[in-house]
């Protein structure tokens, strides 16, 4: 009787071992599928980051690309202006001269109304 006892009291001490064993294994369970769901979340998260990412870094070229054609622009309208300006400056001097015979420094030599041999043309 005694060996039934102690193979009883085996056989219940080995259950109750298994039993911890075995909630100890579904906590861990448990654990891993936390870890899974968190990791798939984070790789989710690192997916959406990295697009957004490549979505701004296009837009930024673009953007540097604007910037670099607007400035060239605003060197060629000022250029504009200037030349546009100069021409209005040499209507407006040529106008006065005609109209009140203003002797301007130069102006036959640019306007080539000097004879060849002439050296002292203005």
Do not use: H
């Amino acid at each position: 009787m005694q060996d039934a006892n102690s193979a009883v009291r085996a056989s219940s001490d080995l259950t109750n071992s298994m039993r911890q064993a075995l909630a100890m294994l579904s906590t861990e369970v448990q654990r891993s599928e936390e870890v899974a769901k968190t990791f798939d979340d984070s790789t989710r998260i690192m997916d959406k980051t990295a697009n957004e990412y490549r979505s701004l870094s296009i837009v930024a070229r673009n953007s540097r690309k604007l910037v670099a054609k607007l400035q060239r622009r605003d060197w060629t309208d000022r250029l504009l202006l200037l030349f546009g300006l100069l021409v209005f400056s040499l209507t407006v001097l040529s106008i006065l001269r005609r109209r009140l015979w203003i002797w301007v420094p130069g102006w036959k030599a640019i306007t080539g109304q000097c004879a060849d041999g002439d050296w002292m043309c203005f």
